[in-house]
């Protein structure tokens, strides 16, 4: 029995043995599987429907290049092609090239072989209309091709048919006719980006190999520019090794070699287009609207070359040029560098929009000229408050008793509806459908005046009491036009533009003032046209509201300043939207 026992024991840790070791052998597999998962280097295409489709055209000389394995020959293959250029492998393997329904002008006279990787490139000079064509960098055909007009450029196919059989890598498109030493220079190593007149580069070095790569829907412009043009995969399965991103590519090993310098210009860290001619607040390129204070902007002018950028001048050009001015930047910007181009805006003259060029002079061989438009808004000081007539107002620090004076600039927008100029919870001084009223202590309309105002015109508006006499007087540019007693108040803190948060004012206040004293017509109408220095006698509070600036971004302004005495009774604008010409300062 003991002898059984031991044997039994014996089987059962040499099971827990064998367990432990499949255990490890398994991890052993996952993480050695993990850890040689590659990057994708290349893009499998089925030959059947899947194709990339690109952002934008050609036009003039042109370059298309790439490396190519096909995977059959039963069918043609279309590498680069839109609608009037076409590039690929027919039916047989034969490589061809042409254009504007000239469909081979250029052929290779060597079927190309399934299985083996191949670089291939087509050219065109616009103004000889030659077109050559290479395979392994060199010439294998040359020909005569008709001018053309090209809207669209796919990678895989033409005309919705003749799918790309096989794999693709390093798809470089460009705006120049490549010579017969730059082709072969480039064609084993990657680009940098930047070399000159590369209008697209698609290393297609994406995803996990012949992982799943469904979330992957573009495929990544590589070419150093503003404005990368990043392609769209089309009916890309992206789950197996076909039809899909896949390793390794084709023979391409290294950087190539690039002695140009490479001019970037950012603001605001954002990119600008060479011949930019859209301002943007996002890129600094629209400075805004001035008020009083020169607004200056710093452009960034990067090198991403590998040689020195040498920058020659920098010019202001335009009708408005003289509104803006600049620190020159550093004359050498060393491969990689960075040098500053602050921009003040400053101007003179009449208010408006002010347009202007800037050129940068540079020895980059295809942006030796960066040109780009600037713009601002000369919209002076803000004058006044405009209000919106649904939930603007602003909320005063104190109140009043006994005597007072309240007066103001208003223009209305509305005849309609009551709006509040100066108002507290018992002391009251509004527009009534039109009519200039006031009153107090439940009194709503103690005193109105007889005509209407008229909507969009200025007026001078003022209402006195004594509290001694109980009477109130009503006064519009200077002149009483009426005059009644008023019953006792007893007065909380006030507000201008709404009576306890409603009966909003519709339009726009200018020089408001209160006084601890019933002002005489006289005062009045000494007073009214100019304004006021702030240590006047009898003064409580004093808004001229020539803040911020007009019509501009005025966010960061919320108080309205009392300047009088050392001890300011500012305002709080309350629901100002403070952007634009309504609800802000103007």
């Not at 616009?126 to 007009?149: D, E, Q, R």
């Not at 019953?487 to 408001?512: H, K, M, R």
Request: aromatic fraction near 12%; glycine fraction near 10%.
């Amino acid at each position: 029995m003991q002898n059984l026992l031991q044997h039994r024991l014996k089987l059962i840790n040499k099971s827990k043995a064998i367990f432990i070791k499949l255990l490890f052998f398994s991890f052993s597999i996952m993480f050695f599987t993990t850890a040689r998962a590659q990057t994708g280097q290349a893009l499998n295409f089925d030959g059947i429907n899947d194709y990339v489709s690109l952002p934008f055209a050609i036009n003039g000389d042109y370059t298309k290049e790439a490396w190519i394995n096909l995977a059959s020959t039963s069918g043609a293959s279309n590498i680069v092609s839109g609608n009037n250029t076409y590039f690929y492998v027919t039916a047989g393997g034969i490589l061809t090239a042409g254009q504007s329904g000239s469909i081979a002008v250029v052929s290779d006279v060597t079927a190309l072989v399934p299985g083996i990787w191949y670089h291939v490139a087509v050219t065109f000079n616009a103004t000889s209309g030659a077109m050559n064509l290479y395979k392994n960098g060199a010439v294998v055909s040359s020909g005569v091709a008709p001018a053309y007009i090209e809207p669209v450029l796919e990678i895989g196919r033409f005309s919705s048919a003749n799918y790309f059989n096989g794999t693709m890598d390093e798809v470089r498109v460009w705006s120049t006719e490549r010579s017969v030493s730059e082709i072969p220079a480039s064609k084993d190593c990657e680009l940098t980006g930047d070399e000159p007149g590369l209008l697209a580069y698609y290393k297609f070095n994406q995803g996990t190999a012949g992982a799943n790569n469904s979330s992957i829907t573009t495929i990544a412009d590589s070419s150093d520019k503003c404005n990368v043009f990043n392609g769209t995969l089309n009916n890309f399965t992206l789950m197996t090794g076909t039809s899909n991103f896949i390793a390794p590519g084709a023979p391409v090993s290294g950087t190539c070699a690039n002695f140009f310098s490479n001019i970037n210009l950012t603001g605001n860290n954002n990119c600008i287009v060479n011949g930019d001619v859209t301002p943007s607040l996002t890129d600094f390129t629209d400075f805004g609207s001035y008020g009083s204070s020169p607004i200056s902007r710093t452009f960034v002018i990067q090198n991403t070359g590998n040689t020195a950028l040498n920058i020659t001048s920098v010019t202001i050009t335009g009708v408005n040029a003289s509104d803006f001015s600049f620190a020159a930047p550093a004359s050498t910007v060393a491969a990689g560098g960075f040098t500053n181009l602050v921009v003040t805006f400053s101007p003179t003259g009449a208010n408006g929009i002010k347009n202007a060029t800037i050129t940068i002079n540079n020895d980059d061989v295809d942006e030796g000229t960066f040109t780009f438009n600037i713009t601002g808004n000369f919209a002076g000081p803000g004058k006044a408050l405009a209000f919106d007539g649904i939930d603007d107002r602003v909320d005063l620090p104190f109140n009043i008793s006994g005597d007072y004076t309240k007066e103001a600039w208003i223009n209305t927008n509305t005849a309609s509806g009551a709006q509040n100029i100066v108002t507290g919870t018992n002391t009251y001084f509004y527009v009534n459908g039109g009519f200039l009223t006031a009153g107090q202590g439940g009194s709503f309309a103690v005193v109105t005046d007889g005509t209407a105002l008229v909507p969009n015109t200025w007026y001078q508006v003022a209402v006195t009491y004594n509290a001694t006499s109980g009477v109130m007087s009503l006064y519009k540019d200077g002149a009483l036009v009426a005059s009644n007693p008023a019953p006792a108040y007893t007065e909380t803190p006030l507000q201008i533009g709404a009576f306890g948060g409603s009966s909003n004012f519709s339009g726009t206040i200018d020089e408001v003032r209160i006084w601890n004293v019933e002002k005489t017509v006289g005062q009045i109408m000494a007073f009214k046209n100019c304004e006021l220095n702030g240590a006047e006698a009898n003064l409580i509070a004093y808004y001229n509201f020539n803040e911020g600036i007009n019509g501009g971004d005025n966010t960061g302004l919320t108080t309205l300043n009392d300047l009088h005495g050392n001890c300011p009774l500012n305002g709080k604008l309350v629901n100002f939207a403070l952007t634009g010409n309504t609800s802000n300062w103007v």
